[in-house]
C-alpha cells in the first residue's frame, strides 16, 4: 500500500477501500456478537469469530439462521416431537469452518467426537425447540444435536445416539 500512497492521497484512499471491501466480501458478513446470554461456542478451525479464538451464539444468532423441523421419536422419550433449529452445516458454512469433525461438549461434561459428514448426509440440525417451545435445560436443552431418526432406520444405532448430544456448551471443529 506504500507505494500506491506516494502517488497521490486520493488514489490511495481509492485503493485502500477497493483492497478492504475485496477483503470484507471474501469473508462474508462479521459474525455479530451475542446481545444475550451465550449459550454454545465454536472454536478450532473456523474463519469467522466474534470473541478472540471462537464464534460465540446466544438464542437469538442460532433463531436467525433459516430453520428446519425434524419430526421424530428419540429413544429416552415417549411418543413423537417436532425439533426445530438451524442446521448444522449451515452454521459450520456460516463460520467459514475447515475440517472433517466436530468435538462436542455437554454441561454434565460428557463430550464425543462427531463426523462432519453426518451433519450432511442427514441434515442433523442444532435443535433448539420441541414442540415449539425452547428447551430448558431439564429437558436437555437449550441446544441438541438431532438426527432424523425415524427417517432412516441405519441411525437406530448406539453410535448415532451417542452423537446425539443434548445440553451442548462447546465444539471444537478439527
Ligand atoms: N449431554 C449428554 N448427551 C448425551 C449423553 C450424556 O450423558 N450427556 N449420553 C449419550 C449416549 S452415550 C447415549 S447412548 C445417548 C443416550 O444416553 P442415555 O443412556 O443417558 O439416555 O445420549 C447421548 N447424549
Ligand atoms: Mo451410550
Redesign the pocket.
Known amino acids: 500500500m506504500q507505494g500506491v500512497c506516494m502517488w497521490g492521497v486520493w488514489v490511495c484512499v481509492t485503493l485502500s477501500v477497493l483492497v478492504w471491501t475485496s477483503q470484507a466480501s471474501a469473508a462474508g458478513h462479521a459474525l455479530p456478537k451475542p446481545a444475550g446470554k451465550v449459550i454454545m461456542t465454536v472454536s478450532g478451525a473456523i474463519s469467522q469469530t466474534n470473541l478472540s479464538g471462537g464464534a460465540a451464539f446466544d438464542l437469538p444468532m442460532l433463531e436467525a439462521l433459516p430453520q428446519h423441523d425434524i419430526q421424530t421419536s428419540v429413544?429416552?422419550l415417549d411418543g413423537k416431537f417436532v425439533f426445530t433449529g438451524p442446521r448444522v452445516m449451515d452454521v459450520l458454512n456460516r463460520l467459514g469452518y475447515e475440517g472433517s469433525s466436530l468435538k462436542a461438549r455437554?454441561?454434565?461434561?460428557?463430550s464425543?467426537e462427531i463426523p462432519i459428514e453426518d451433519m450432511d448426509r442427514f441434515q442433523t440440525i442444532f435443535a433448539i425447540k420441541k414442540d415449539g417451545k425452547k428447551m430448558r435445560i431439564r429437558e436437555?436443552g437449550p441446544v441438541?444435536i438431532m438426527y432424523p431418526f425415524d427417517a432412516h432406520p441405519e441411525l437406530q444405532q448406539?453410535v448415532f445416539?451417542?452423537?446425539?448430544?443434548?445440553?451442548?456448551t462447546e465444539i471444537q471443529v478439527q
Open positions: 429413544p429416552w455437554a454441561l454434565d461434561g460428557y464425543v436437555r441438541w448406539e445416539f451417542r452423537r446425539s448430544i443434548w445440553q451442548i
